[in-house]
């Protein structure tokens, strides 16, 4: 009876954590020199549009981490904010960067593909 007990509290706890509704997973699996950070912000600042630069306290500054969505991650991929792209499932490299105390962003994000070449879209985290 106790293994029993044991089973069932096992199975529903692995249940309640397969059912885990997370909007968003992150990841710390890439590892770069400075120079590819260097690169890495400065793909990801002239992505942005002159309006947003003027929102970042530094175009040199940023955290870059790895990234990943469970579930649907919209971005947007074109500079005029126009159209967007779910980014759901796929492993991409994520250049957060601060913004000024008079902006109304807390962060501006802004998502390259896992190889650093392509930007796949940005959003901005209110504060």
């Known amino acids: 009876m106790k293994n029993l007990l044991y089973i069932l509290l096992f199975i529903l706890l692995l249940s309640f954590v397969g059912c885990s509704n997370d909007k968003q997973a992150t990841s710390s699996i890439f ?3 400075q120079e590819e950070e260097n690169d890495l912000q400065k793909i990801a600042y002239q992505f942005l549009e002159d309006l947003t630069q003027n929102e970042i306290i530094s ?5 870059i981490s790895g990234f990943k969505s469970g579930s649907e991650f919209v971005v947007f991929n074109k500079k005029n904010s126009e159209t967007t792209t779910d980014i759901k499932e796929i492993q991409t490299i994520l250049v957060t960067f601060a913004t000024k105390d008079e902006s109304t962003y807390e962060s501006i994000n802004v998502y390259l593909d896992e190889k650093g070449e392509k930007v796949l879209g940005f959003r901005t985290e209110d504060k």
Do not use: H, P, Y
């Open 31 to 33: 590892s770069f020199t």
């Open 59 to 63: 175009g040199e500054q940023a955290t």
